[in-house]
Every structure is written in C-alpha cells, then in structure tokens.
C-alpha cells in the first residue's frame, strides 16, 4: 500500500496564480483532511471530508476551496494565490473521525512570490 | 473552539537523559489526546495516544499521562537517543462524531550524544 500520497511534491507560484494539489490514499479511509505547516505553527486545519461528496471549513479556510470527488482523492484548490499561502501542506486520512490515528501525506512545499 | 498550549518550544537533552513535554487543552469536552512526532522534513506520525478513561499509557520508552482535572497530559521520554530528536506535536479532540483534531504549536527536542 502507498498509504497517502500528494502531488506535487514542490512548487513555486506567482501572486495571483491558481493551482490544485491532489491527495490520494489507498486504505479505503473515509475521512481526509488539509492542514497547513507554518514555522512556529503547528498544523492548522484548513478544510475537510466525512465522505465523498462532502467537505467542511476547518480553522483556516479562507483562499482555499476543496473537492471530494471521489473516495481516495481529495483536492486543495488555491484560486489566487498569495504570498500568505506559502507553507507546507500536508494532506491526512483517517478510518474513522473519533479518536482515530491519521495517517499524513508526504507534504507540498509551495512558495508564492 | 479548542485550544492547545504546549511547552516547551525547544528542550535540549543529553542523551540518556529524560524529556517531558507538557501540553494544555482548553474544552473541557476532549477526551482524545494523540501525540505525533515529526523528523525534519518528513511527515507527522502518531506514536502514543491516551483516552480520557485512562490517566497514563506506556509504550516502551514513551509514556503519556493525563490529568482531566486540570486539562493537562504530557509526553515523557526516557533514555533518550539521537533519533528521538525531532518536532513533537500534542493534539486534542473529542472522541465522538465529527471530531477534528487541534494540534499544539510543536517542541523541538534536540537529543545530543
């Protein structure tokens, strides 16, 4: 099993610029989650999934939207990016939401300039 | 909403020695205490957790204990070894329902040979 994977690994944006990071796993988990790295931080939630076809804000929503087309997948969209999105990103899934281990992806660098 | 503190930032040991990390949590409600460690560029991985029904869990080197009383679990660490150096991340949830996750800002443990 690969367990959670996410794509792209790095990426470097311009002010403004969109773009989509994908996260996948393979353990037929229910529930996902974004969360957001910053130095000093720790990891704040920014949007999750009970199910496919439902998402929920977390504590920091604003500039990104979600999308959970399908069970295994579950997509962070920046529709404009600022320089105030950069950061890691790590994408989670869990079996069950209470009180169960999550398991995280590898993480998304991405700087906005 | 939740709110975690956690102490200390950064904690310098020698190695043999013992570490404590000692975490806040504000809702009176969680009873689902996780704690992940994370290596320097890698992902967050879950190494010990408690449940409010339980006041402490050993899991060979690492221990967690929780006071609900006073809203306060810590991580303790014993003969510690370089590769326990690391970023370690206490969280809080409740253990019911559509529970998310509210993490501590993250301790830097440097253990030195």
């Known amino acids: 099993n690969a367990g959670v994977t996410q794509t792209p690994k790095f990426r470097v944006l311009k002010t403004g610029q969109s773009m989509t990071l994908l996260c996948a796993q393979d353990?037929?988990?229910?529930?996902m989650y974004w969360y957001r790295q910053d130095p000093g931080m720790g990891l704040r939630l920014i949007h999750y999934?009970?199910?496919?076809?439902?998402?929920a804000k977390g504590e920091v929503p604003d500039g990104y939207n979600v999308s959970r087309l399908k069970k295994q997948n579950f997509l962070l969209g920046l529709e404009s990016a600022a320089p105030s999105q950069t950061s890691v990103y790590f994408c989670?899934?869990?079996?069950?939401?209470?009180?169960?281990?999550?398991?995280f992806g590898p993480g998304t660098r991405l700087t906005v300039t | 909403g939740e709110n975690v503190e956690q102490h200390p930032s950064t904690l310098s040991v020698q190695e043999g020695d013992s570490a404590v990390i000692k975490c806040t949590y504000s809702?009176?409600?969680?009873?689902?205490f996780p704690w992940y460690k994370q290596e320097l560029g890698k992902r967050p991985q879950l190494i010990i957790d408690?449940?409010?029904?339980?006041g402490e869990k050993k899991d060979q080197r690492i221990a967690v204990t929780l006071n609900k009383t006073a809203k306060h679990f810590s991580l303790h660490i014993t003969e510690t070894q370089p590769e326990d150096s690391a970023v370690y991340f206490c969280?809080?949830?409740?253990?019911?329902?559509?529970?998310?996750?509210?993490f501590g800002k993250g301790t830097m443990l440097l253990v030195s040979p």
């Open positions: 353990m037929n988990h229910e529930y």
């Open positions: 999934s009970v199910g496919e076809g439902t998402t």
């Open positions: 969280a809080a949830s409740q253990n019911s329902g559509y529970s998310t996750l509210t």
């Open positions: 809702d009176s409600a969680s009873n689902y």
């Open positions: 408690i449940r409010s029904n339980v």
């Open positions: 989670a899934s869990s079996y069950r939401m209470d009180g169960y281990e999550q398991y």
